[in-house]
């Protein structure tokens, strides 16, 4: 009896497993339906855009986004509507700023201006916003 034999032999008496089966090519087939549907496709490069390269002012502007709209400057894409979320925009902009005191004189002068005006914006915006 060949090793494949035994693994086939073992597979079959065991009802609880599902049975995978393999061709002479060594192609496995798994007979049992996917948990992830289109798991055997490629994603399709034409939905989604690329994504931005990684970068201190992409990190700078997600993190100011997210306290954007959890200032209620931007709509929920969800229910479309504005929702305010103070302790959540506090911890985004408390997250700029501790950014800001790790990276003190190792940014460039762009990199330092765009998170002082970044920060300075949120502050103003933190202030002014009324909610929770």
Do not use: W
């Amino acid at each position: 009896m060949s090793d494949h034999d035994k693994i086939d032999g073992d597979a079959s008496n065991d009802e609880t497993e599902p049975s995978i089966e393999v061709d002479g090519d060594g192609n496995v087939s798994d007979p049992s339906p996917s948990d992830v549907s289109d798991s055997g496709k490629e994603p399709s490069t034409d939905s989604m855009p690329e994504p931005p390269p990684a970068s201190f002012s992409v990190l700078v502007t997600m993190l100011f986004t997210q306290a954007m709209g959890m200032l209620g400057q931007m709509p929920d894409p969800n229910t479309g509507e504005a929702k305010v979320n103070k302790p959540f925009a506090k911890h985004y902009i408390d997250t700029l700023e501790m950014l800001e005191s790790k990276t003190k004189g190792n940014l460039d002068d762009q990199e330092a201006a765009m998170l002082n005006e970044a920060l300075h914006a949120l502050r103003m915006m933190y202030v002014d916003t009324r909610g929770e």
